[in-house]
C-alpha cells in the first residue's frame, strides 16, 4: 500500500525549482483609488439572484457566474492551494486522491483597480536581518512572480471586501487551479490541449478556513478514445498566521520534510529541513507537570472523522486503527493526543470537506489500495489537515495475501470469503499504517531487518515484541512462523513497535527552552545517536526501489528478519502447505476453479519475493546514515559467507527444479485461464521467474558493486569468478554424473548460457548508468574483469561439456549439449573477431585447439555430426 509522498516531494522540488524565489517578507497592499475608475454598486453585481455562501471568502453564484468577495483581513495572507484528482476514468491512469500541484499565493491589491495573484516561494531564506545581514539580500533575489489578475468589479457594502468575477478562470486550464505541467507528461497522464467546450464547473464551497472547488477538465490525449476527463478538486487554505515552531530534519529518523536554503554570511549556503507534524503543544496550565514528566493533553488534539459513506461494521476498526497511536505519543508526554470519532450524523455544518476535519474517506473503488495524504504549511512543516483514502478493494489485497503468509497458521484463513472480525482485523492494521503517514512518517523498510529470524519463530518474543519494530515498513505478516510454534494468530499482524513510538517521540515531543536552530539541532543530534546506538531495532532504513531493481539486502519490500535465506526457507515450507491444500481452501462452486487460478498466482508472486529478496544480496550494499561521533561505517557489504549462503539457496530453491510450484493438478484444474497461451504453463513460469533471476544476479551492476566491494574490504569479497564457479555447479551439476538433463534443467542451462553469451558484447546498453556528474558510461566497458571472467568460464564450459559429451546416450541431453557448446564457440569466435582461424592455422595449443580436438573425439564416439559449421 503504497504512498505518493516520495513523488509529490519530488515534483514539488521541481517545480520550486522553476519559480521565482522569495524571502519571508510582508507584501504590503496598496489601497485601491476608488475615483480614477467608476465601479459600480454593489447590487448590481451581486443580484438578488445571487446564491451567496459565507466562508473563508463570500461565494456568490449569479446564474451561471461565480464571484468572490475577498475580505480585506485575507489581503497580504499566504494560502495554500492543493490540487487533487477527484474523479478520474477508469481507463487513465489517475485515481481519486491523487495529488496533481501545490502553491502558495497572496491576494494582492494593486493600485489600477486589479487584484493580483502573487505566488510565493520559501526556498530560500535569511534569518539575518540586522543592517549587514543578508535578509535584504535575498529579499532582492526574490521578486514575487504574478500569476494571476482580475479586474475589481465592485467592493462589499461596508468597504470590507473586494469582488472578482472568478468564471472564465476557473473554466480555463490554467497552473494554479489544474495540474502540475510537468505531471503531464512526466507522470504518464500524457495529456494534450485543452478541450474548453468539454470542461465546466461543478461547484463551489466555502468553508470557515478553505475554499473547496470542483472543476471538470477534459484535455486531448493519444489513446483510443483521444480524450481524457478528470474531476478535480482545489482546496485553497489559509495558512496560520502565526507560524508554527518547526522540528528539523534528522536523517536517521525518518520523516517527510521540507526543505529551504539558508543564507547567512558567516558560511557557505546551506540546506535545512523541516519535517512534517501536528502542531502539538501544552496547555498553558499543563506546561510544567510537562516539563516534570507527567503526561498531559495536549492544547488541540489530532482527530479523524470516519466518512459517513464507510459500511459501518468496518467503522470500528478504522477507529482502533487510529487510537492504537496514543501509546506512541505517550512516549512523547501526550495523552488523549490522537483518536477518531464517527462523523457527526445530521448535522448541517459539518462537512468531510472542511479544513478544519481530517478524515478517513472511504471510496467505492476496485483500485486494490489506500494511500496517506496530508496537507502541510511550507514555512513550517505543520500539518493542517489530512484526508486518508481507504479503497474498498484493499479488502482483495489483504485476503489474498493473508491467506497465503499466514493461512498454515491460522485456520480463519482458510477460505475465500473472511470473517468479519478477520478482515476487521486487518483493515486495521492498514489504517493504523496509512495514519503513520498523516502524521508525517516514511517508510521504514530497513526496521524489520533488525530482528533475528529465530525470534521470529518465538512466540515469547514476538508477543512482547512484535515481529517487526515498525508498522511503517512493508512487512506484511510474519510468514515465518510455523504451525509447530503454536502462534496467536494477533501475533501474525504487524503492529505499532519500537521504531514507531520513538519517532513520535522524536518529531513531537515537546522542546520550549531553545533560543536557536542551532541549539536545538546540538540537542536532537546527540539525542538520537545516544537513543539508536543503544537499541538497533530503532534504525530507519529508507523506503527502498521496487523488489525487482533493489539492490540493499537490508532495506526491501515484503521481507521480515534479518536473514533473507532463512526467512526465505521457512516461507517457503508455509508455502509448500498452502499449495496442497489450496483446492480446498479456494472451493467456491459458483465461481468453479476462478479462486483457486487467483490464488495459485498469489503463491508464486509469494514465491517470487523471497527469491528477489535472497537475490538482492548478490552485489548489493546498504548506505547507514549516521554522524561521525557515532564512529559506525556508513557502507555495509554483505559477507562473503552471505553470499554464498545465498547462491547456495537459489541453488537449493529455484535452480534445482521446484516441483512443489509445478503442482500439474492445479494447472490442469486452472488451465482455462488462458487456454489460447501456449506460456501459461507452470514450466513458462519457471522459466520467466529463473531468467529474471540469473539477469539479476549477473548484471553488470551485480558485478560492479561486487568489485567495489573486493576493492572496499579486501580479503573479505566474494570475487564474479567465484560467483560464476558456485553457479555453474548446481546449474551444470549433470556433467559431473553425466546424468540425463531433463526439460526443466536443460531450460535452465539454456538460459544461463545465453546470458553470459551475451555479456561478451559491448554492444548491449545493458549496465548504463548515470552518475552525479550527468556522465553515461557502461560496466561491461568500464570493469572490463567482468566481460574476461565471463569469457574465460565460457571457454571451461565449453570444455566440460567436450569432456562429458562421451558418457551420455540419451537423444535429447546430447542434442542439447551440443547446441549450448556450438552457441558459445559461435559467440567466442564473433568476440574474437577471427581470431579463432588464426590460432588454428599456427598450431598452438591453446584453448580453442582444445576444443576442436575435444569436439572431434565427442562426435566420433557419439556417431553423430556436429552442429557447429566452421
Request: neutral net charge; charged residues 25%.
Amino acid at each position: 500500500m503504497r504512498t505518493s509522498h516520495v513523488l509529490q516531494l519530488a515534483v514539488y522540488i521541481v517545480l520550486l525549482s522553476c519559480t521565482c524565489l522569495h524571502a519571508i517578507a510582508k507584501s504590503d497592499g496598496i489601497n485601491v483609488d476608488t475615483t480614477k475608475k467608476p465601479f459600480k454598486p454593489y447590487h448590481e453585481i451581486i443580484t438578488a439572484k445571487a446564491v451567496s455562501q459565507n466562508g473563508l471568502f463570500k461565494i456568490h453564484k449569479v446564474e451561471e457566474r461565480y464571484y468572490i468577495e475577498i475580505p480585506d483581513s485575507i489581503l497580504n495572507r499566504d494560502i495554500l492551494i492543493v490540487n487533487r484528482i477527484s474523479k478520474a476514468a477508469a481507463s487513465s491512469r489517475g485515481f481519486g486522491g491523487d495529488w496533481i500541484g501545490e502553491r502558495v499565493i497572496r491576494f494582492v491589491k494593486e493600485s489600477g483597480a486589479k487584484i493580483l495573484v502573487n505566488q510565493m516561494s520559501y526556498e530560500m531564506k535569511s534569518m539575518d536581518s540586522s543592517e549587514t545581514g543578508m535578509y535584504r539580500a535575498v529579499q532582492n533575489s526574490g521578486f514575487l512572480p504574478i500569476v494571476a489578475s482580475f479586474d475589481i468589479k465592485t467592493f462589499s457594502p461596508d468597504s470590507s471586501g473586494t469582488v472578482i468575477d472568478w468564471t472564465d478562470y476557473l473554466n480555463k486550464d490554467n497552473e494554479l487551479l489544474a495540474f502540475n505541467p510537468i505531471l503531464k507528461t512526466t507522470l504518464g497522464y500524457a495529456l494534450g490541449a485543452f478541450q474548453a467546450d468539454k470542461s465546466y464547473i461543478v461547484g463551489i464551497r466555502s468553508l470557515p478556513m478553505n475554499v473547496e472547488i470542483r472543476t471538470v477538465k477534459t484535455y486531448s490525449t493519444q489513446d483510443m478514445i483521444g480524450y481524457g476527463s478528470f474531476e478535480i478538486n482545489n482546496s485553497i487554505v489559509l495558512l496560520p498566521k502565526v507560524p508554527m515552531k518547526p522540528r528539523f530534519a534528522d536523517k536517521r529518523v525518518g520523516y517527510f520534510s521540507r526543505g529551504y536554503y539558508e543564507y547567512d554570511p558567516s558560511r557557505p549556503v546551506d540546506i535545512n529541513r523541516m519535517i512534517t507534524r501536528w502542531r502539538l503543544e501544552p496547555k498553558e496550565a499543563d506546561k510544567e507537570k510537562y516539563k516534570n514528566g507527567e503526561l498531559v493533553e495536549p492544547q488541540k488534539p489530532i482527530v479523524y472523522f470516519i466518512d459517513p459513506a464507510t459500511p459501518k461494521k468496518w467503522v470500528p476498526y478504522l477507529i482502533q486503527g487510529v487510537n492504537d497511536w496514543q501509546k506512541a505519543f505517550e512516549q512523547a508526554g501526550f495523552k488523549n493526543a490522537i483518536y477518531a470519532l464517527e462523523a457527526p450524523a445530521n448535522d448541517s455544518t459539518w462537512s468531510i470537506d472542511d479544513a478544519r476535519h481530517s478524515a478517513i474517506v472511504y471510496k467505492a473503488s476496485r483500485i486494490p489500495n489506500a494511500s496517506g495524504p496530508q496537507v502541510n504549511d511550507p514555512r513550517t512543516g505543520e500539518i493542517l489537515e489530512s484526508h486518508i483514502n481507504w479503497y474498498h478493494n484493499v479488502m482483495d489485497l489483504l485476503h489474498d495475501w493473508y491467506m497465503v503468509q499466514a493461512g498454515p497458521n491460522d485456520p480463519r484463513a482458510r477460505k475465500m470469503q473472511f470473517d468479519d472480525a478477520l478482515m476487521g482485523r486487518l483493515i486495521r492494521f492498514v489504517c493504523a499504517h496509512e495514519v503513520g503517514h498523516t502524521l508525517g512518517l516514511m517508510h521504514n523498510f530497513g526496521a524489520s531487518s533488525t530482528v533475528p529470524v529465530d525470534s521470529l519463530r518465538s512466540k515469547q518474543y514476538v508477543q512482547v515484541n512484535g515481529f517487526c519494530p515498525s508498522i511503517m515498513d512493508y512487512a506484511r505478516f510474519n510468514y515465518v512462523a510455523q504451525p509447530t510454534d503454536g502462534f496467536n494468530p494477533e501475533d501474525l499482524v504487524p503492529k505499532i513497535g519500537e521504531y514507531d513510538k520513538w519517532a513520535i517521540e522524536f518529531g513531537y515531543k515537546w522542546f520550549p527552552g531553545f533560543d536557536s536552530r542551532e541549539q536545538e539541532l546540538l540537542f536532537t543530534n546527540k539525542w538520537v545517536t545516544s537513543r539508536i546506538n543503544n537499541k538497533k531495532q530503532l534504525w530507519f532504513g529508507q523506503e527502498g526501489q521496487p523488489l525487482t531493481y533493489n539492490w540493499d539486502p537490508k532495506c526491501q519490500s515484503e521481507d521480515i528478519g534479518d536473514n533473507a535465506m532463512k526467512a526465505g526457507y521457512w516461507g517457503i515450507q508455509n508455502l509448500k502447505r498452502v499449495i496442497t491444500s489450496l483446492k480446498d481452501w479456494t472451493k467456491e462452486p459458483e465461481y468453479e476453479y476462478e479462486a483457486l487460478q487467483k490464488m495459485n498466482k498469489q503463491v508464486w508472486e509469494q514465491y517470487r519475493r523471497y527469491l528477489f529478496h535472497v537475490a538482492n544480496n548478490i552485489g548489493g550494499r546498504t548506505w547507514v546514515e549516521q554522524e561521525s561521533e557515532q564512529g559506525g561505517e556508513g557502507v555495509h557489504f554483505p559477507s562473503r559467507d552471505q553470499l554464498k549462503s545465498a547462491i547456495q539457496f537459489l541453488q537449493n530453491e529455484l535452480f534445482t527444479t521446484p516441483g512443489w510450484v509445478l503442482n500439474n493438478e492445479i494447472y490442469r484444474s486452472s488451465a482455462g485461464e488462458d487456454i489460447y497461451n501456449v506460456a501459461s504453463g507452470n514450466i513458462y513460469k519457471l522459466l520467466g521467474l529463473q531468467g529474471e533471476i540469473l539477469t539479476k544476479i549477473t548484471s553488470f551492476y551485480a558485478y560492479g558493486n561486487l568489485i567495489a566491494q573486493e576493492t572496499t574490504v579486501p580479503g573479505k569479497s566474494y570475487s564474479i569468478d567465484e560467483l560464476l564457479t558456485d553457479l555453474e555447479k548446481g546449474i551444470w551439476r549433470e556433467l559431473n554424473t553425466k546424468s540425463s538433463i531433463d526439460v526443466n534443467r536443460r531450460v535452465l542451462q539454456n538460459l544461463y548460457t545465453e546470458r553470459l553469451i551475451r555479456q561478451l558484447s559491448t554492444r548491449t546498453d545493458e549496465g548504463k548508468l548515470s552518475f552525479f556528474d550527468g556522465k553515461i558510461f557502461s560496466f561491461e566497458q568500464t570493469f572490463t574483469d567482468a566481460v574476461v571472467v565471463v569469457k574465460d568460464h565460457l571457454k571451461g564450459l565449453v570444455v566440460k561439456i567436450n569432456g562429458a559429451l562421451p558418457g551420455y546416450t540419451d537423444k535429447m541431453s546430447r542434442l542439447h549439449l551440443m547446441e549450448m557448446r556450438d552457441r558459445i564457440k559461435n559467440a567466442l569466435v564473433d568476440q574474437g573477431r577471427g581470431n579463432v582461424v588464426q590460432e588454428k592455422k599456427t598450431g598452438n595449443k591453446n584453448a580453442f585447439n582444445l576444443f576442436d580436438e575435444q569436439e572431434e573425439k565427442a562426435n566420433r564416439t557419439s556417431g553423430l555430426n556436429s552442429c557447429w559449421q566452421d
